[in-house]
């Protein structure tokens, strides 16, 4: 910890989307600049943070070693690579890729679902999910807690800031063009602008793709559910900032509406709008710089026993990636950590 009582926070890929996220909600929670390292790949670059010019520096193993904890916002093969060297020598690292997520021996955590895994972490690395299922899983633990699970189907609406820097950059390209020209570069299997392209990764032989199975392995991890049924259909849609879901659920218990409305009302985290239509149902510009993970459109499944039907909205470059990974590191160890927490939006 530095003098002023803050720890030191590096921020590895400082410079893209989701490592700006890091910078701004760090921002908010007031670090101050001497606290706070960027890293990216290229020397020479800056950032600008709370008024100042910070240089952004290449991480080795004596810049790691100084670290209180670092936030590693770069791709899976990157993130191994720095784990591999001198991510060893921070004291602690919560990685957004999908490098560990399901490593036996690294917590994958959701902190209003699974606290506990980053506390007893054996480690000095905790996993970030998927956006979608960091998403998810902040109202289907507060409907295991109320009433079980039996299976979880869901159909994702994933806005093309989820593509990173490039995505974004694909969607500018493509909007106000011609409805069927395709940005010269693009991370899309497909025009996104005035479109919904349902492919998300690479597809497998099976016909899944790569974040479909990363959404049905995760949700099991952080539920502690290893044998639970989920399928996820994901989709790419023009949107800028905000993921979306509609879940189709299967509880293991008899209950009601009423029941899982209270649960969800209760839970943390989560904000829940109702179904009736008496507030604006969950949309991506409600949840664009917000934190809460917003629910809604809560059903009864006609002629299905036990079967319900939900929609949940959220921001993922907050709860889907930056905000859960300090959620984490302040899990992980709440006297050192939580000042990094910015104040609720
Ligand atoms: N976007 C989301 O909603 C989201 C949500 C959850 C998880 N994630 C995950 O978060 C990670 C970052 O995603 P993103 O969307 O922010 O991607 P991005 O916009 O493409 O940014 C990636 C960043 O990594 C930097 N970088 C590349 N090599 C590096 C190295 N060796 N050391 C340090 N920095 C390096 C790049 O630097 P330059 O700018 O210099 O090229 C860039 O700033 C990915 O693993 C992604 O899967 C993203």
């Not at 539920?223 to 790419?236: G, I, S």
Request: proline letters at 7%; a negative charge.
């Amino acid at each position: 910890m530095s003098g002023n009582g803050w720890p030191t926070v590096g921020v590895a890929g400082a410079r893209g989307v989701v490592g700006g996220m890091f910078c701004s909600i760090l921002a908010d929670a007031g670090l101050p600049a001497d606290c706070l390292r960027p890293f990216g790949h290229r020397e020479g670059s800056t950032l600008a943070y709370r008024g100042t010019t910070l240089p952004v520096e290449i991480l080795d193993d004596a810049r790691a070693a100084e670290l209180d904890v670092l936030f590693l916002a770069v791709d899976g093969p990157q993130s191994r690579e720095i784990m591999a060297g001198a991510g060893a020598s921070a004291a602690l690292v919560v990685d957004n890729s999908s490098a560990f997520r399901l490593a036996d021996d690294v917590p994958l955590v959701v902190p209003e679902a699974n606290a506990h895994a980053a506390r007893g972490r054996t480690g000095n690395l905790i996993a970030n999910p998927n956006c979608t299922t960091a998403a998810v899983v902040v109202p289907l633990v507060a409907i295991r807690d109320a009433a079980g699970l039996a299976s979880v189907d869901l159909a994702s609406y994933q806005a093309v800031s989820g593509a990173g820097r490039k995505g974004l950059d694909a969607f500018a390209a493509e909007r106000g063009t011609d409805h069927r020209e395709r940005a010269a570069e693009s991370p899309f299997h497909g025009r996104i602008a005035d479109s919904v392209v349902p492919q998300i990764d690479v597809l497998d032989e099976t016909g899944w793709t790569g974040e479909e199975k990363k959404i049905h392995a995760e949700i099991r991890k952080i539920l502690e559910l290893p044998e639970l049924d989920v399928a996820a259909t994901t989709v790419r849609v023009p949107v800028h900032t905000g993921h979306s879901a509609a879940l189709h659920i299967r509880t293991e218990r008899e209950t009601s509406v009423d029941e899982l409305e209270a649960a969800l009302r209760a839970a943390p985290g989560l904000e829940y709008r109702p179904a009736d239509g008496s507030e604006r149902h969950p949309m991506p510009l409600d949840v664009e710089g917000r934190d809460p993970v917003l629910v809604g459109r809560l059903r009864a499944i006609p002629g299905r026993d036990r079967g319900f039907a939900l929609w949940v909205s959220s921001d993922n470059l907050r709860k889907g990636a930056a905000l859960n990974a300090i959620q984490c590191a302040a899990a992980a160890d709440p006297d050192r950590f939580g000042k990094l927490l910015p104040p609720p939006r």
